[in-house]
């Protein structure tokens, strides 16, 4: 009997440690924010492909925790992942006598140009609409969107998650890929 007790608490303790275990990760969204942004960022809960939650995250706390300078569940070893991941707009080059960290992230900036093919709000008299890399006014075309599905975004309004928002981030950087988006070869 005893013999059957030590095997069946064996056998609970691998399967618990079989489980996968839910993780924090960051995320991003090109769908519009309800303060104004073109693009959101998030920290999400996922589990198996399946986010089980989500918070939103400001810009300027995304860029802390993806720079390592602020505590992340998604970041726990505090790791810049700009730098990791080659982001080369958000992070100061290597022989930079100051060795920190930047405050912003100007890859940021043009999110919105992979959903729009011009700048979608209202202008100040005597500015001019920037134009964005889309082949569509409010959407990717779906030729656009089979390269970021590559990113895992499956619709326009779905979500970027983990390291593939920093290889977006990455891409976004190279010319070639700006015009292969746009349309070119």
């Given amino acids: 009997m005893r013999t059957l007790l030590l095997l069946i608490i064996f056998s609970l303790g691998h399967a618990a440690a079989g489980q996968v275990m839910p993780r924090m990760e960051f995320a991003l969204s090109l769908s519009p924010s309800t303060d104004g942004q073109l693009f959101c960022l998030f920290l999400v809960k996922v589990k198996e492909g399946q986010v089980l939650e989500s918070r939103p995250l400001t810009r300027a706390n995304f860029i802390r925790q993806a720079q390592g300078r602020a505590f992340s569940p998604a970041n726990p070893d505090a790791e810049d992942l700009f730098r990791k991941f080659r982001v080369e707009a958000c992070t100061l080059p290597p022989d930079s006598a100051a060795m920190g960290f930047l405050t912003d992230c100007s890859t940021l900036d043009d999110l919105w140009k992979l959903r729009y ?38 619709y326009t309004t779905g979500l970027i998650i983990g390291a593939e928002v920093f290889h977006l981030l990455h891409d976004m950087g190279n010319s070639q890929w700006v015009n292969q988006y746009r349309g070119g070869s």
């Fill in 117 to 154: 093919w011009e700048y979608p709000q209202k202008l100040d008299a005597g500015q001019r609409a920037a134009k964005g890399w889309s082949e569509k006014p409010l959407s990717p075309s779906p030729r656009q969107m089979e390269m970021l599905n590559c990113y895992g975004l499956q």
